[in-house]
């Protein structure tokens, strides 16, 4: 995917940092397909921007995934 760079990305540092909190796929689920340092990046996109998530730009993983891993985590905690 040729992803467009905006201020609200990991910086490599940031990802580091918090690459081993990101939850497992669970037993006998499939392997996840998404980037999860560009969902990660897509979620603060959101976040800091203050926009609706149907605004997430093309270029980011699809919103009803980015949406649904916020989702999950906000619930679990993460």
């Known amino acids: 995917m040729n992803k467009k760079t905006y201020p609200s990305d ?3 540092r940031e990802w580091q940092s918090i690459k081993n ?3 497992p796929v669970k037993a006998g689920r499939r392997p996840r ?3 999860m340092r560009h ?3 897509a979620i603060f996109y959101v ?3 203050g926009i609706a998530w149907r605004m997430l730009p093309k270029d980011f ?3 009803s995934t980015v949406y649904h ?3 999950q985590f906000r619930l679990d905690g993460t």
Do not use: A, Q
């Open 10 to 12: 990991l910086t490599d």
């Open 21 to 23: 909190l990101i939850p």
């Open 33 to 35: 397909k998404v980037n």
């Open 39 to 41: 969902l990660l990046s």
């Open 47 to 49: 976040l800091r921007g």
């Open 61 to 63: 993983p699809p919103r």
């Open 69 to 71: 891993y916020f989702r």
